[in-house]
């Protein structure tokens, strides 16, 4: 997964949360990170699918309480682009004709794990594109209707004509040959509002006409409804319309100067193209960057046409002016000006919202009210004019969706609080982080002879946004693809530090055992931060135990030896995790001072299965190079008893104690 790749939103079916999760591991161990949420009632169901978003519906064919066909009609009531993936435990023509035809998407053998995970891609693939058509053609449209307002309201006489006919044309352009019908001109040859010594130079252009190349400007003479010539300038341009290749036609009475740039009429001071030059000039760039968008732009343009939101520009442009006479304005869109706020007036934005409220707009005989909202983003020498400006624009964003006639201004904590509420791990990490609403757990590790000391594994939690408990295993697999993960450590080894330091001070002698990744190992710094820490708990290190697991200690050795070395002045320990008995790992504990080993949980299954042969020779290894072993998972008493004969000293698991919210066990029990 890498920074901008967000879960994938499954809603399960299933009989048990435990088939459920089933999923979850088949998505991470293929790299794909997943949040899922299991359904157990129709009624829940419906609540899911109207309260939030989701990418796909994964189940079988019924359960208890609910059953796959309720489960599509719902779907298809609410008419929600969700696709529905059958498990079936049978896979015949019969079963698979029948759910198509119902509306899943495909039918899978619940067997086969591999054909699921195509299948959920795959309809998640086809998804983001069904949503990138829908989000490309509102643009098109929104696209369509700007250059329309645009062409209509443009000072220059502009037509579209194709195979040379006209197919539309701007008021300016009617006016300039005394139409006052647009239907008297369409189907009008082009030929025909040409003086009879030009044609022959018209003919030509239009017959070795290239889109893609530039035309340049013809001075001619062209002919009214009247029959008298008037000089002007053409300019012939590609463009499309109605999607059908066709020419442009820009025309410029001879007595006016020519310019290609179509501009409305009310536009602010500075040209939109010198506005953006201005963001990525290196000297001139300005420190604020304002982000003004109109709220009801479109219902102004359908309510009250063209007029209306000429009227609505042309008073923005004035109010603007007042209160902002020192700043540079550009028209950027229809309801869009961007400001290069001058510091002098950045307290004036308030006002400026507040008269754009209260401002009464004339337009004929209607009076248009309307607001704004305003996003700000400070320069930042290392970004882009691009980046400047999408800031800025986010910003605003945020600022509407918190209600609108409002100020917001960029900032990273701005970024992960919209991230986090759709999901995005990354996002919720950085706010953990920030926030410092990471929460750490404590499993005692526990002496199987009760005469050695008490240790505690010091375990990360973390919440999504509605305080639901996130798996450990899928925010750390987000972290260490990311660059994160050291920052993570750091709090985690900060506050054990801090929740230990209390318990030395009270007489209270436990230890705590803490992981790190392969990103501490490659962090100069961590060994000086650890030693200040521990300097300023007055904390001895030897009460810390940092853990590494076995394949992390064999892929990075040399790392982990100078790791050891550098921390070994501190008195900390070292514990080796997720020990696989393999006779490489054996050979790399003669070579780096690890003093303990906690063992495979592969170990613990085999030992519940009374299969302890493996588990023996390798603790007969072990105890040859003096290791301390740690037996994790223990989840039965029978696996307890087992262990008496094995040679293990301590032992962990929810048998013994789940992890705990503070470091309350009784080791003496």
Same mark, same amino acid.
């Given at each position: 997964m890498n920074n901008t790749t967000r879960p994938v939103r499954l809603l399960t079916l299933e009989k048990s949360r435990n088939d459920a999760e089933r999923w979850v591991k088949l998505f991470r161990a293929a790299g794909k990170p997943a949040r899922v949420?299991?359904?157990?009632?129709?009624?829940?169901?419906?609540?899911?699918?109207?309260?939030?978003?989701?990418?796909l519906l994964l189940s079988v064919e019924e359960t208890p309480m609910v059953k796959a066909d309720q489960a599509i009609a719902c779907i298809k009531r609410l008419k929600l682009d969700i696709p529905v993936i059958l498990s079936v435990n049978e896979k015949n023509s019969s079963i698979v004709k029948h759910w198509l035809d119902f509306g899943a998407a495909d039918v899978v053998h619940n067997a086969h794990e591999e054909h699921m995970l195509h299948a959920i891609l795959r309809e998640i693939s086809s998804l983001e594109y069904r949503e990138q058509v829908l989000r490309l053609k509102k643009n098109l449209k929104d696209t369509e209707q700007r250059c329309q307002l645009l062409m209509d309201n443009a000072g220059h006489a502009i037509a579209y004509v194709h195979e040379g006919m006209h197919i539309d044309a701007n008021p300016s352009y009617l006016e300039l040959f005394g139409y006052s019908d647009p239907d008297d001109l369409a189907g009008m040859p082009l030929i025909d509002m040409v003086a009879a010594e030009d044609q022959p130079l018209f003919k030509s252009l239009i017959k070795h006409f290239k889109p893609g190349h530039e035309q340049p400007a013809v001075s001619c003479k062209l002919v009214d409804t009247a029959g008298d010539n008037f000089g002007a300038t053409v300019i012939l341009s590609e463009a499309v319309f109605e999607d059908e290749p066709c020419i442009q036609i820009l025309v410029k009475a001879a007595a006016q100067p020519v310019s290609v740039t179509v501009q409305p009429e009310s536009q602010p001071t500075q040209s939109r193209h010198d506005f953006l030059a201005l963001l990525e000039s290196e000297d001139h760039s300005p420190e604020i960057l304002a982000y003004l968008k109109l709220e009801n732009y479109d219902e102004i343009r359908q309510t009250a046409g063209i007029e209306g939101s000429v009227a609505v520009q042309d008073s923005i442009v004035e109010l603007l002016s007042k209160h902002?006479?020192?700043?540079?304005?550009?028209?950027?869109?229809?309801?869009?000006?961007?400001?290069?706020?001058?510091?002098?007036?950045? &307290?004036?934005?308030? +006002?400026?919202? #507040?008269? @754009?409220?209260? %401002?009464?707009? *004339?337009?004929?005989?209607?009076? !248009?009210?309307?607001?704004?909202?305003?996003g700000l983003a400070e320069n930042n020498q290392d970004s882009s004019e691009k980046n400047f400006l999408e800031r800025a624009q986010f910003a605003c964003q945020l600022a509407l969706e918190q209600g609108g006639n409002r100020i917001e201004t960029f900032s990273q904590k701005s970024i992960d609080v919209k991230k986090a509420s759709n999901g995005d791990?990354?996002?919720?990490?950085?706010?953990?982080?920030?926030?410092?609403?990471?929460?750490?757990?404590?499993?005692?590790?526990?002496?199987?002879?009760?005469?050695?000391?008490?240790?505690?594994?010091?375990?990360?939690?973390?919440?999504?946004?509605? &305080?639901?408990?996130? +798996?450990?295993? #899928?925010? @750390?697999?987000? %972290?260490?693809? *990311?660059?994160?993960?050291?920052? !993570?450590?750091?709090?985690?080894?900060?506050?054990?530090?801090?929740?230990?330091?209390?318990?030395?001070?009270?007489?209270?002698?436990v230890r705590l055992m803490v992981h790190i990744s392969q990103a501490s190992l490659e962090d100069k710094t961590f060994s000086e931060q650890l030693a200040r820490l521990l300097n300023a708990a007055e904390l001895p290190g030897h009460m810390l135990t940092l853990q590494m697991t076995d394949r992390m200690v064999?892929?990075?050795?040399?790392?982990?030896?100078?790791?050891?070395?550098?921390?070994?002045?501190?008195?900390?320990?070292?514990?080796?995790?997720?020990?696989?008995?393999?006779?490489?790992?054996?050979?790399?504990?003669?070579?780096?001072?690890?003093?303990?080993?906690?063992?495979?949980?592969?170990?613990?299954?085999?030992?519940?299965?009374?299969?302890?042969?493996?588990?023996?020779?390798?603790?007969?290894?072990?105890?040859r190079l003096n290791k301390v072993i740690i037996m994790p998972k223990v989840e039965s008493a029978q696996t307890l008893t087992s262990i008496w004969q094995i040679g293990v000293d301590y032992v962990q698991g929810y048998y013994l104690q789940p992890p705990m919210e503070a470091m309350t066990y009784d080791f003496s029990s």
């Amino acid at each position: 997964m890498n920074n901008t790749t967000r879960p994938v939103r499954l809603l399960t079916l299933e009989k048990s949360r435990n088939d459920a999760e089933r999923w979850v591991k088949l998505f991470r161990a293929a790299g794909k990170p997943a949040r899922v949420h299991q359904i157990n009632s129709v009624e829940e169901l419906e609540e899911a699918l109207v309260t939030g978003l989701w990418d796909l519906l994964l189940s079988v064919e019924e359960t208890p309480m609910v059953k796959a066909d309720q489960a599509i009609a719902c779907i298809k009531r609410l008419k929600l682009d969700i696709p529905v993936i059958l498990s079936v435990n049978e896979k015949n023509s019969s079963i698979v004709k029948h759910w198509l035809d119902f509306g899943a998407a495909d039918v899978v053998h619940n067997a086969h794990e591999e054909h699921m995970l195509h299948a959920i891609l795959r309809e998640i693939s086809s998804l983001e594109y069904r949503e990138q058509v829908l989000r490309l053609k509102k643009n098109l449209k929104d696209t369509e209707q700007r250059c329309q307002l645009l062409m209509d309201n443009a000072g220059h006489a502009i037509a579209y004509v194709h195979e040379g006919m006209h197919i539309d044309a701007n008021p300016s352009y009617l006016e300039l040959f005394g139409y006052s019908d647009p239907d008297d001109l369409a189907g009008m040859p082009l030929i025909d509002m040409v003086a009879a010594e030009d044609q022959p130079l018209f003919k030509s252009l239009i017959k070795h006409f290239k889109p893609g190349h530039e035309q340049p400007a013809v001075s001619c003479k062209l002919v009214d409804t009247a029959g008298d010539n008037f000089g002007a300038t053409v300019i012939l341009s590609e463009a499309v319309f109605e999607d059908e290749p066709c020419i442009q036609i820009l025309v410029k009475a001879a007595a006016q100067p020519v310019s290609v740039t179509v501009q409305p009429e009310s536009q602010p001071t500075q040209s939109r193209h010198d506005f953006l030059a201005l963001l990525e000039s290196e000297d001139h760039s300005p420190e604020i960057l304002a982000y003004l968008k109109l709220e009801n732009y479109d219902e102004i343009r359908q309510t009250a046409g063209i007029e209306g939101s000429v009227a609505v520009q042309d008073s923005i442009v004035e109010l603007l002016s007042k209160h902002l006479p020192e700043s540079q304005v550009t028209h950027y869109g229809d309801e869009v000006y961007l400001i290069a706020v001058n510091q002098n007036e950045l &307290g004036a934005l308030t +006002p400026l919202l #507040e008269a @754009i409220d209260k %401002a009464l707009i *004339s337009s004929g005989s209607q009076t !248009i009210y309307t607001t704004a909202s305003v996003g700000l983003a400070e320069n930042n020498q290392d970004s882009s004019e691009k980046n400047f400006l999408e800031r800025a624009q986010f910003a605003c964003q945020l600022a509407l969706e918190q209600g609108g006639n409002r100020i917001e201004t960029f900032s990273q904590k701005s970024i992960d609080v919209k991230k986090a509420s759709n999901g995005d791990m990354l996002a919720m990490i950085r706010q953990a982080l920030e926030n410092d609403s990471f929460r750490l757990s404590f499993q005692p590790i526990v002496s199987v002879t009760g005469e050695g000391l008490n240790y505690y594994e010091v375990l990360l939690r973390m919440a999504d946004q509605n &305080g639901k408990e996130i +798996p450990a295993a #899928e925010f @750390i697999s987000a %972290a260490e693809e *990311s660059d994160m993960m050291p920052f !993570i450590d750091r709090w985690v080894v900060r506050n054990a530090i801090k929740q230990l330091a209390k318990k030395f001070r009270k007489g209270d002698s436990v230890r705590l055992m803490v992981h790190i990744s392969q990103a501490s190992l490659e962090d100069k710094t961590f060994s000086e931060q650890l030693a200040r820490l521990l300097n300023a708990a007055e904390l001895p290190g030897h009460m810390l135990t940092l853990q590494m697991t076995d394949r992390m200690v064999q892929q990075h050795l040399r790392q982990v030896i100078r790791f050891v070395e550098q921390l070994k002045p501190l008195g900390c320990k070292f514990a080796m995790t997720q020990f696989s008995g393999e006779p490489r790992s054996l050979k790399v504990l003669e070579h780096i001072d690890m003093p303990f080993v906690k063992l495979d949980s592969l170990f613990t299954e085999k030992l519940e299965r009374n299969d302890d042969s493996q588990l023996k020779k390798v603790t007969n290894n072990l105890k040859r190079l003096n290791k301390v072993i740690i037996m994790p998972k223990v989840e039965s008493a029978q696996t307890l008893t087992s262990i008496w004969q094995i040679g293990v000293d301590y032992v962990q698991g929810y048998y013994l104690q789940p992890p705990m919210e503070a470091m309350t066990y009784d080791f003496s029990s």
